[in-house]
């Protein structure tokens, strides 16, 4: 019985009311695989910085973006979008992001209380919506 009552107090130490419910909300969700940035939500995309030129930009799925650290066209987004999945409540994407450390980047967002709200990853990263002054 005592083991019982020891699990549930990990459960409930490890995990807050409120996060629980968001993390099976998004378990259940249906997605449906994201063709293109013009099929997320607004507020994604401004999360994104799609609306930013240049260097900072986010190149679409197959779309020309800089992968080397070498900046000749610096109208050339340093990031593109790989993949996607979009729900009614979480959307998770796939970026990529290119200069000396090239990567790809898993990166969550959840809708919460009217509006879609980044979350720490997977690879426990937050987007950066604009590369650093050494690369630019």
């Known amino acids: 019985m005592k083991l019982k009552y020891a699990a549930l107090l990990i ?3 490890g995990c807050s009311t409120q996060a629980c419910a968001q993390d099976s909300r998004c ?4 997605g449906k695989a994201v063709t293109s940035l013009g099929k997320l939500p607004a507020q994604i ?3 994104l910085g799609h ?3 240049g260097t900072s930009g986010i ?3 197959g779309g020309k ?3 080397t650290d070498a900046i000749i066209d610096d109208s050339v987004p340093m990031r ?5 999945i979009a729900g009614h409540h979480c959307i998770w994407l ?5 200069g000396v450390g090239h990567y790809q980047k898993k990166l969550e967002y959840r809708f919460s209380e009217n509006s879609w709200v980044q979350v720490k990853t997977a690879n426990s990263g937050w987007a950066p919506s604009v590369l650093p002054a050494t690369v630019r």
């Open 11 to 13: 459960f409930m130490l």
């Open 27 to 30: 378990d259940g969700d249906e």
């Open 45 to 47: 995309l401004d999360l």
């Open 51 to 53: 609306d930013k030129t």
């Open 59 to 61: 190149a679409d799925i």
């Open 65 to 67: 973006f800089n992968p």
């Open 80 to 84: 593109r979008l790989i993949s996607g």
């Open 94 to 98: 796939t970026v990529e992001y290119g």
